[in-house]
């Protein structure tokens, strides 16, 4: 083999990489003495992030650990040198290794720089070698020529070299590549690439939202975008932020544009007014959503008369709950000797019976006879952008918060208030460059692919959850055990407390929280009389197993024999589970089912432990798009302190998977063939 200068460039593909074994004496002045760490930038080498890293503008995607600027338990998300995963590691420690991770796009190339511990000059003889992920072996084995590796000239800045690679992708690659940097044939460090074979893309749609005396009679195409979309929101999404997780964007043909009635908004207590502005009630803005997501589709599909049918039977829902509410409040928690006394005091049925919910009954009944469906957004391959020159956000009267936009988390669309757009005016006007109101859409947009904030600990707060719901199921064991051994006569009502009990959720829902489907499979099909009236759930999803009436039948009798609907296309396998609902419920049964249940909130519950802490104080990540840049409890108050390092830039690789997972299964994103 002949000598090369490796001062020189010289590519590297697997098959190449001995190459930098010849001649080491040449270059024996140079030594190794710590680990080798990639980095994306010269000022990174110096641990800069956010604005400090004036040579970072996040046109490819890059994660590296750190322990100061990252989610501490982030760590389980990532590799050690070795290429093992740390997914079951406790803690790591300053001295620990954690492979960073690059994405980059096919036949792109991106350069970075390659720095060792405490030495200079050693790592102009480290060697490099790809292999890609083996999914059977469960290690980086396979032989692959899909990247190229090239070392660069180093750069020479006050004396000081800077030592480069060019990492090319010649090809799409299924699995992730490491690529690990040797030293007399060890490895001293590594880096992980992103597999790139599957790339994504959603569909922009903008919708210009205007709030007037009088509706619009139906939806408007504008003749050009928002410049603001077009040219500064879009651009960011494809070249500064989304694109690190795989994910660009287009503008859909045209924006849409929509009036709705001022007044209607304010008498469902959505808006206020303040100092001659109109303010979103923040508190309201998941009922906000859902009424411009509903009222937009049914433009869209021209259906605002269907839009109001349904609106009207929610209305009729609400009033038959409340009215329901007023006669029954068993609570969420089993109580046998309660259930006993609602049966004997024929609770639910006089509930149902009463003026209030009949009269609401008779005429949602009426009108369900109109009824063809709900009004949804056609989500498929596509994300909104809702926005409004007529809108800003606050809590309360006085509040100065300045909220640029809000998403629902995993809903897929995004609310841009004024501010937002009177902010980029002001930017243009003052000829500044300032992308942030660019940053703080993309923010909402990573809620709305799923994403949560870097400083909640969401896992913690399941866990939370879980564990009391498991304290409640036991609690439920106990008094069933205690019980049963004082007297069997309770036995009979364990089925009715059962419902009883169950009714809970339901009644306690808000008004926008209802859906026709929700309404009648958890309330109405437990009063249903007959068949002629079987509910929407029924008639229309197919679903078997619905108890018919039970709770007017069991209040009746409480020996009467629950009756399961269901019709002659039912499978054995769902016979035998009508059979089982139908058997009478026993002291033993419901114990053992509490039982099942908390084996399954359990494992549930151990899953959500591993995630606990993965948390950072808000802030500290310096430029996660996920943070806010304000110190504190500030939940996007721009009136708190700021910290003068921060800048939005990246996305962590853990996010990037989540943002692709929610995006493929509730269908925003499609695959770019």
Not at 165 to 184: H, R
Not at 355 to 369: G, I, M
Not at 383 to 396: C, G, H, I, K
Request: a positive charge; proline letters at 2%.
């Amino acid at each position: 083999m002949k000598n090369i200068d490796i001062r020189n460039l010289a590519k590297i593909g697997v098959a190449d990489v001995d190459v930098y074994k010849t001649d080491r004496r040449k270059y024996s002045k140079y030594k190794l003495e710590g680990d080798v760490t990639f980095y994306r930038s010269k000022t990174s080498i110096e641990d800069k992030l956010g604005n400090e890293d004036s040579q970072y503008f996040g046109k490819f995607g890059y994660d590296r650990y750190s322990l100061v600027t990252s989610p501490q338990k982030s760590f389980i998300y990532y590799f050690d040198k070795n290429g093992k995963s740390l997914k079951d590691a406790k803690a790591i420690s300053i001295n620990d290794y954690v492979c960073p991770y690059l994405s980059i796009w096919p036949k792109t190339e991106v350069s970075l720089y390659v720095k060792a511990k405490g030495t200079s000059g050693g790592e102009e003889i480290l060697e490099y070698e790809c292999k890609e992920w083996d999914k059977n072996a469960q290690t980086f084995s396979k032989t692959t020529s899909k990247l190229n590796i090239t070392k660069k000239d180093p750069e020479i800045l006050n004396n000081i070299k800077y030592f480069k690679i060019n990492i090319e992708c010649k090809e799409s690659f299924e699995n992730d590549i490491s690529i690990v940097a040797k030293y007399n044939n060890q490895i001293v460090g590594r880096l992980i690439v992103k597999a790139n074979s599957k790339l994504y893309r959603t569909t922009i749609q903008p919708v210009l939202i205007n709030f007037g005396k009088k509706a619009s009679t139906e939806l408007a195409s504008l003749p050009k975008h928002d410049d603001f979309i077009e040219n500064k929101l879009l651009p960011y999404f494809n070249n500064k932020s989304f694109n690190q997780a795989y994910i660009q964007a287009t503008l859909a043909p045209t924006t849409k544009t929509v009036t709705f009635s001022l007044d209607e908004f304010m008498n469902k207590k959505l808006f206020f007014t303040d100092e001659g502005k109109l303010r979103l009630d923040r508190s309201q803005k998941l009922a906000y959503n859902n009424l411009i997501e509903s009222r937009f589709a049914a433009y869209n599909s021209d259906a605002q008369e269907k839009q109001t049918i349904n609106e009207e039977l929610m209305t009729l829902a609400y009033e038959m709950i409340q009215g329901f509410k007023d006669k029954f409040n068993f609570g969420k928690t089993s109580d046998l000797k309660k259930a006993a006394k609602f049966y004997e005091e024929k609770r639910a049925t006089n509930a149902w019976k009463s003026d209030r919910v009949n009269k609401a009954y008779q005429k949602y009944k009426e009108l369900k006879k109109k009824y063809k469906g709900d009004n949804t957004i056609n989500k498929n391959n596509i994300t909104y952008l809702f926005y409004s020159n007529d809108l800003e956000s606050a809590r309360t009267k006085g509040e100065k918060d300045n909220v640029r936009a809000f998403s629902a988390t995993g809903f897929g669309t995004v609310h841009i208030f004024n501010h937002a757009l009177e902010a980029n005016k002001r930017a243009e006007k003052e000829r500044k460059q300032d992308d942030k109101t660019e940053a703080l859409i993309i923010h909402e947009l990573g809620h709305a692919f799923g994403l949560n904030h870097t400083m909640e600990d969401v896992a913690k707060r399941s866990v939370e959850r879980i564990q009391g719901e498991i304290d409640a199921k036991e609690k439920e064991i106990q008094n069933f055990l205690t019980l049963k051994q004082k007297s069997s006569e309770y036995e009979k009502y364990i089925r009715l407390d059962w419902i009883y009990s169950g009714l809970y959720d339901i009644l306690s829902q808000k008004k926008e929280e209802l859906s026709v489907e929700s309404f009648e499979s958890s309330f109405l099909v437990y009063f249903i009389k007959d068949i002629e009236d079987k509910c929407w759930y029924y008639e229309h999803m197919k679903v078997k197993n619905i108890f018919n009436s039970v709770i007017l039948h069991m209040e009746e009798n409480i020996d009467a024999k629950v009756v399961v609907l269901h019709d002659q296309t039912e499978t054995e396998q769902e016979k035998q589970e009508r059979v089982e609902r139908e058997t009478p419920l026993t002291f033993n049964s419901i114990i053992q089912t509490r039982r099942n249940e908390i084996i399954a909130l359990q494992a549930n519950k151990s899953r959500q432990e591993k995630q606990i802490g993965i948390v950072l104080p808000q802030t500290e990540t310096l430029e996660n798009f996920l943070d806010y840049s304000q110190y504190g409890d500030a939940d996007g108050n721009e009136a708190a302190p700021r910290n003068s390092k921060f800048e939005y830039k990246s996305f962590y690789q853990w996010q990037w998977k989540k943002m692709i997972d929610t995006g493929v299964k509730n269908n925003y994103l499609r695959l770019i063939e």
